[in-house]
């Protein structure tokens, strides 16, 4: 069974960090980008970032460039998600999902599959 499980989020102040694990199992990351997107209440999934097969190729949304870091480590079989210096409107649930590469994380969200349960991000003083 292909299954993705998104793990660390939690509360963190402003101007925190966290870092978000996305582990698989029943299949290889080798052959899989993964990407990351979160979703409020009321509002469409959005993509956040995506990272290649190879792990050479990371996207980032504008709105988390230079403040969030993509990697991945295949020999974990996991993809992480460093966020840094984290706004109020961070706050979601950050999903994990996976396709033959990142060309629709932003504009195809739903073309992703093998999606976890979520993991909550809560920015708040």
């Known amino acids: 069974q292909l299954q993705l499980v998104e793990s660390g989020g939690g509360l963190v102040q402003p101007g925190g960090s966290l870092r978000l694990s996305c582990a698989a199992s029943?299949?290889?990351?080798?052959?899989?980008?993964i990407g990351w997107f979160r979703q409020v209440p009321g509002k469409e999934r959005e993509g956040v970032s995506c990272?290649?097969?190879?792990?050479?190729?990371?996207n980032y949304a504008d709105s988390v460039k230079g403040r969030f870091t993509i990697s991945k480590d295949n020999a974990k079989n996991t993809v992480y998600l460093q966020m840094n210096s984290l706004k109020p409107e961070d706050t979601a649930v950050y999903y994990c999902?996976?396709?033959?590469?990142?060309?629709?994380?932003?504009?195809?969200?739903?073309?992703?599959?093998?999606w976890g349960q979520g993991t909550q991000v809560t920015v708040s003083s």
């Open positions: 999902a996976g396709d033959r590469d990142c060309s629709g994380y932003i504009t195809r969200p739903w073309a992703f599959g093998s």
């Open positions: 029943g299949f290889t990351l080798d052959y899989s980008a």
């Open positions: 990272i290649s097969s190879s792990g050479g190729s990371t």
